[in-house]
C-alpha cells in the first residue's frame, strides 16, 4: 500500500497530466486541498526524480514559476508528426495571434479580428489549445501544453513560442495594435516545426 507521501506525488501526476496548462506550486495545493505546500513541493521534486530515473519520453519540465508534464523536445517532432491539425484559416490566425500575443485579454483580440473571434477562441478552447481565465468582463487567453506538443514547439514559455514564430514563420515582432489599429497580420497555415521560413516578410494571411 503506498504512504501518504507516495500518494501526493500520483495526486500531483495525475493533476500535471490532466492539466491544459502549466500550474504553480499554489494551484496544486489547492487543488488537492493543501494548506501547506512543502510536501506539494516536495512531491514536485520526487515525481521530476523519477522521471529522470526512468527510460520514458515524458519528463516534469518547470515553466517560471509553475511546472508541467510533458514530452522531452527530443520526441517532439515524433508526436507531431501523428497529429496533424485540419483548421480553417480563420481559426489558424485567431490561434497564431494568440500565440504570439500572449496573454492577450479577448476583448482586445475582437478589437482585433472581429465579431467572429468570440465562436474562434470557444473552438480553440474545445480544442484544448488554448485556456482562459477571467479578467474583469472579458476572459486573458494563452495557449496550453497541448498546443506546444501539438505544433512541435519544444516549450510552453510565451517568450520561446514568440521566437518560435517569428523564426519559422517570419512573424514580424510587432506590439499588439491599440484600439482602432489595423489588425496584426497572422500565418495562413499552422504553426508546424518542420516548416522553414520563407522570407523576411510575414505570409498574408487567408482570407476568413
Excluded at 45 to 56: G, I, M, N, V
Excluded at 69 to 78: C, D, I, T, W
Excluded at 88 to 105: C, D, E, G, M, S
Excluded at 108 to 117: A, H, K, Q, S
Amino acid at each position: 500500500m503506498p504512504s501518504k507521501v507516495d500518494d501526493l506525488v500520483l495526486r500531483v501526476e495525475a493533476l500535471l497530466f490532466a492539466s491544459g496548462k502549466p500550474l504553480s506550486v499554489r494551484e496544486l495545493g489547492e487543488s488537492l486541498r493543501v494548506t501547506d505546500h512543502r510536501p506539494v513541493q516536495q512531491a514536485l521534486r520526487t515525481l521530476a526524480r523519477t522521471y529522470e530515473q526512468r527510460q520514458t519520453a515524458i519528463e516534469v519540465r518547470r515553466v517560471g514559476d509553475r511546472y508541467a508534464l510533458q514530452l522531452r523536445e527530443s520526441f517532439v517532432p515524433a508526436a507531431h508528426a501523428v497529429t496533424p491539425v485540419d483548421m480553417a484559416p480563420r481559426t489558424i490566425k485567431t490561434l497564431t495571434l494568440i500565440a504570439y500575443h500572449q496573454p492577450i485579454v479577448q476583448s482586445r483580440l475582437v478589437r482585433m479580428l472581429g465579431e467572429p473571434t468570440y465562436e474562434e477562441v470557444q473552438r480553440l478552447r474545445d480544442s484544448g489549445f488554448v485556456h482562459a481565465e477571467p479578467k474583469g468582463a472579458t476572459l486573458e487567453l494563452t495557449t496550453t501544453r497541448q498546443f506546444a506538443e501539438q505544433f512541435g514547439i519544444a516549450s510552453t514559455k510565451p517568450e520561446e513560442i514568440r521566437r518560435f514564430l517569428e523564426r519559422k514563420l517570419g512573424v514580424p515582432p510587432a506590439a499588439v495594435p491599440a484600439e482602432g489599429t489595423e489588425e496584426v497580420a497572422a500565418p495562413a497555415s499552422p504553426p508546424a516545426a518542420e516548416e522553414a521560413p520563407t522570407g523576411p516578410a510575414p505570409p498574408e494571411p487567408s482570407p476568413g
